[in-house]
């Protein structure tokens, strides 16, 4: 929330060092414009993050999380980005079924060679989320609480 | 948050001088940079901590430059507040950092080169030349490679002469064992410290050897296509075989009144998109050769595109000059090839289209040679799983960065050279033989290595054995340790943290990136 | 039954004759009607208070972790798959144990069961083949067995322990056996509905739950020196009864779940609040089986799902810009 009082989202992204991070990196390098609403967390390896980074994302009233590392066969740690494939694809199964809207959290593959592939990937989650609104669902209401949601309608 | 400082350019010598200056004067025990990338500049940095006696793992970047300030140039105010997140993320993960340790080993000072070519051995030479021992290990009966089957290059030069001396030079070497008949059958270690296992001779011997680095230098193959009557027809050859022949039985050449060279056999096309570099000068330099042999014999060059590059270009013109024909063809309109046996003679019948005329044309030959693929022997995917190093697309391996790290491997201490990482020349073979040498005493140079340092570590009373970490880390460096208990190899952990996140049970945590450190950064963004 | 229990209880005698310091992990009569409980036997003489008959709904396998000695274990099917995972997860090795499978006909639902006594008190009951007769404290009611089994056990794939050292009794016939491949018929309808209304739907279902942790002890595949949920540093799941915490409980433990449970029930059967809580593990059973072919508890030799991977695994579900 921001004095203007117009919602603007503020999503989470988890980016692999070697790949995702670099490929970002490449973006500025070469002044790609995109949305200014993803905080990035470096991380060295998609296989780092726990599914747990995830749902305390979306518990701190994140309105987004987006998880990026390097592409199946190019891992700088040879499978991490396959293991990590595994927990993604039933982590993100398992958030819809109970209800967070698709698309909050999302998964890519960005290699370091891909500045302009990561553009497009931000673009594309951000353009998503800002339909679905401000995060509601598994965020934290501690009544008068910083995380209460009825505060900031 | 004791002290802040702007800087116009932090990484300059000066400004790492105060900032060194700076912790030890105000005691400072943590440092946030807020900047361009830590991919780039965060040795510049750890630098600082360090001449100011200040652990280098005491520090944190935050990237507002690539990030931040040149990808929204037009939203100054939403990317200020960007950064001051992105600052917030840093500072909150920095309360937390904890001073990190490198441990320290002694390595073997031996190398083992596999392959016994061009590249293999001048790799072992070179190396030899600077004082180490080194294990050769060939899979065939004898050493030399694919080049034994090369008499000569484009520019003249002898090779079996040149391959002769290089093979002596390495037998008279007293640092160099050479082992033939050697068969791989396990390698393990990391790098200062691998063992590999191989059978040798006719007897099959299993031999241990210990290692500090490994080259690979298997080389490639000439591709026996399934094309162009090829192994149907005994007058269709590939270059290679063509070179035997002129060596061999020139008589035969001699006869010949007609030979055509069709370039591209196997090579840039869907199954193989790559061009295999070489063929384009062996078959001018096999041209020239029936020319000189036979100078009323009529050659055609059925090519794609002629990539004589550099100084090759000469022989190019040349073999254009002696009255060589080269002829154009598009991949959507390969030539066609008949045995033919007409008045009395038996011949071969090409047929390609001539593209400035626009005509259809009859070439009646004696002799076909194919300028076929270089292929990665099939050796290739079981040594690079049991080296645990990647393949590229087309079965060659692949190095570490194409321009940054050419003939590294991903993984430390391992190198290669030659035609195993693709198609070349034997002086672009040598020059990166040389190369793996010199990249591999960055390594045997030094007395030991570090290893450790932001890798995994496990709270051993969380840890139920279960045996999730074991399986899932891609070095195997976490295993069942007494009581069943998991155990960190700090020397093979590259700190991915794939262990981390699969324990269940909390029991495991990654030095530098903790579950802590990355809860603090999630939750200093508050929604 | 009684045939049954007795060869129970000669298979159990036979292994403590067999050695020293051995334990038999069985059923006993619980305290009320309509309830067994396990017991654990030492002594030959104990051996007569093993009971096997439809109340037997505990999923004996919890109590295997890190227990030493020899020890003979009387398990059901769910039972067996639950102790497959244990094996594979060096919690118990497999000559530790001599494994007595019974063949399972369905547990009954004690609450089921007490919904339809028309505010009557059970007093006793009395197990056939294919009912129940429950003496009230007014009246006698007779209950058609099958309808009142535990929900789980209605898609129950395999009923007969897929393990053992000694294979005793007969799946009935008569009672609905579910395709041994899950077809999970039973999550088509909430899966159709629409997002909110799922939403909706745990929200009602969560906010009963008061965490008391019943569900993650009864749960044999929870095993951890230390759970997440009692971690501090950081602490990943809140203490307090707020949705989203209680969220976060179980989907959390629904995900460590993920390729490990065998769907035995032991976590509804242990809730004082009767919340849906197989409803997500069964999401996962079948996301595992879609994605990853895989099936808890089939066979030693199986890598569970989340410590492999396969180069070829699905990416559909990933942002392609």
């Not at chain 2, 410290?193 to 080259?215: D, Q, W, Y």
């Not at chain 3, 159709?192 to 009864?218: H, P, Q, S, V």
């Not at chain 3, 919340?275 to 593990?281: S, T």
């Amino acid at each position: 929330m921001n004095e203007s009082g117009q919602w603007k989202p503020k999503i989470i992204a988890f980016l692999c060092n070697w790949c995702s991070y670099a490929g970002a990196d490449l973006a500025g390098t070469s002044r790609i414009q995109y949305p200014p609403n993803i905080r990035v967390v470096r991380v060295p390896c998609s296989g780092r993050i726990d599914p747990f980074f995830i749902l305390a994302s979306l518990q701190n009233g994140l309105d987004g999380v987006l998880v990026s590392g390097c592409h199946p066969g190019e891992c700088h740690y040879l499978s991490g980005n396959y293991s990590a494939r595994r927990k993604f694809a039933l982590l993100k199964g398992l958030l819809e079924y109970v209800g967070v809207e698709e698309g909050r959290v999302q998964f890519s593959w960005v290699s370091a060679s891909e500045g302009v592939r990561f553009a497009k990937v931000i673009e594309e989650v951000t353009s998503h989320i800002k339909t679905l609104g401000p995060a509601k669902i598994l965020v934290k209401n501690i009544p008068g609480g910083s995380f209460d949601v009825s505060a900031h309608p | 948050m004791v002290y802040a400082a702007e800087e116009t350019f932090a990484c300059s010598i000066d400004s790492v001088t105060r900032m060194a200056d700076t912790i030890r004067n105000k005691g400072l025990n943590r440092v946030i940079v807020a900047a361009c990338t830590p991919r780039t500049h965060e040795p510049v940095f750890q630098a600082a901590l360090r001449e100011a006696s200040l652990n280098p793992y005491l520090f944190e970047f935050a990237n507002i430059r690539e990030q931040c300030s040149l990808v929204h140039m037009n939203e100054k105010e939403t990317a200020t507040e960007k950064a001051k997140d992105l600052l917030c993320v840093a500072a909150s993960r920095a309360a937390l950092l904890q001073p990190l340790y490198r441990i320290s080993y002694k390595i073997i000072r031996s190398a083992l080169v596999i392959g016994g070519g061009i590249a293999g051995i001048k790799a072992a030479l070179s190396l030899a030349d600077q004082g180490i021992e080194v294990n050769l290990i060939e899979k065939n009966d004898t050493l030399g490679g694919l080049a034994r089957k090369i008499p000569e290059t484009l520019e003249g030069e002898d090779v079996q002469g040149f391959v002769d001396a290089l093979i002596q030079n390495a037998a008279e070497n007293s640092l160099i064992h050479i082992e033939t008949n050697a068969e791989f059958v396990d390698f393990s270690g990391y790098v200062g410290n691998f063992l590999s296992v191989v059978k040798t001779g006719k007897e099959g011997a299993l031999k241990e050897i210990r290692h500090g680095v490994t080259i690979v230098a298997t080389g490639a193959e000439e591709l026996k296509p399934r094309e162009y009557l090829y192994g149907e027809d005994g007058r269709v050859m590939t270059l290679l075989e063509l070179d035997e022949m002129i060596e061999k039985d020139n008589n035969s050449v001699k006869n010949c009144d007609a030979a055509v060279f069709i370039q591209c056999v196997g090579s840039r096309n869907d199954e193989r998109p790559y061009c295999s570099r070489v063929c384009c000068s062996h078959s001018v330099k096999n041209a020239l050769k029936l020319k000189e042999l036979k100078p009323e014999m009529d050659v055609y060059v059925l090519y794609r595109d002629m990539r004589t590059y550099g100084f090759k270009e000469d022989y190019y013109k040349k073999a254009s000059d002696q009255g060589v024909i080269f002829i154009r063809y598009q991949p959507e309109d390969p030539p066609d090839i008949h045995a033919i046996e007409e008045k009395g003679k038996s011949f071969l019948r090409l047929t390609a289209t001539e593209p400035m005329l626009g005509y259809r044309l009859e070439i009646d030959a004696d002799l076909v040679c194919l300028a076929t693929a270089s292929t990665p022997p099939a050796g290739n995917k079981p040594l690079s799983q049991m080296l645990k190093v990647p393949l590229n697309e087309d079965g060659f391996f692949m190095e570490a960065h194409m321009k940054l790290r050419p003939v590294d491997f991903a993984t430390d201490g391992i190198f290669m050279c030659g035609t195993a990482h693709n198609p070349k020349f034997i002086d672009e073979s040598i020059a990166q033989a040389e190369a793996a040498a010199s990249r591999a005493m960055t390594i045997l140079a030094k007395d030991e290595l570090t290893a450790g340092g932001p890798v995994s570590q496990v709270t051993t009373w969380k840890c139920s054995g279960c045996g999730v970490c074991w399986t899932v880390c891609p070095y195997q460096a976490i295993s069942c340790g007494e009581d069943g208990i998991s155990k960190v190899n700090e020397a093979l952990c590259k700190g991915c943290g794939v262990c981390v996140s699969s324990c269940r049970s909390g029991a495991l945590d990654l030095r530098g990136v903790s579950n802590e450190q990355t809860w603090s950064a999630i939750r200093a963004l508050l929604g | 039954m009684s045939q049954l229990i007795h060869e129970i209880k000669e298979a159990a005698r036979d292994f403590l004759r067999d050695g020293e310091d051995r334990t038999v992990i069985g059923f006993e009569q619980g305290s009320l009607p309509l309830q067994s409980r396990p017991c654990f036997i030492r002594k030959e003489n104990d051996l007569e208070r093993l009971v096997w008959n439809g109340f037997c709904k505990n999923n004996l396998a919890g109590y295997l972790p890190k227990r030493k000695g020899k020890i003979a274990i009387v398990v059901k099917g769910c039972d067996s798959r639950a102790l497959v995972e244990l094996i594979k997860e060096n919690q118990i090795t497999r000559d530790q144990l001599v494994i007595i499978g019974v063949a399972c006909n369905g547990m009954i639902d004690r609450n089921k069961i007490e919904a339809d006594m028309d505010g009557e008190s059970i007093v006793d009951v009395e197990e056939g083949e294919d009912v129940l007769t429950i003496k009230g404290t007014n009246s006698s009611k007779v209950f058609d067995r099958k309808e009142y089994l535990y929900d789980h056990c209605k898609v129950c794939t395999n009923p007969v322990p897929v393990i053992h050292d000694i294979l005793l009794g007969q799946r009935d016939s008569n009672t609905p056996q579910a395709p041994v491949n899950d077809t999970f018929s039973d999550l088509e309808d909430f899966s159709a509905l629409d997002g909110k209304e799922r939403w909706k739907y745990f929200t009602e279902e969560m906010n009963k739950c008061i965490r008391c942790y019943a569900c993650r002890n009864a749960c044999p595949m929870c095993y951890c020196p230390e759970c997440f949920v009692d971690a501090s540093r950081p602490q990943w799941v809140g203490k307090s009864t707020d949705l989203s915490d209680t969220m976060i409980f179980h989907l959390m433990r629904a995900f460590h779940l993920a390729g490990r449970c065998v769907g035995c029930g032991a976590c509804e059967q242990a809730c004082p609040m009767g919340v849906d809580i197989r409803k997500l593990n069964r999401r996962l059973q079948k996301d595992v089986m879609d994605l990853f072919h895989y099936k808890a508890g089939c066979n030693l030799e199986e890598k569970t799902p989340l410590a492999t991977f396969r180069t070829d695994d699905s990416d559909s579900f990933m942002v392609e810009p």
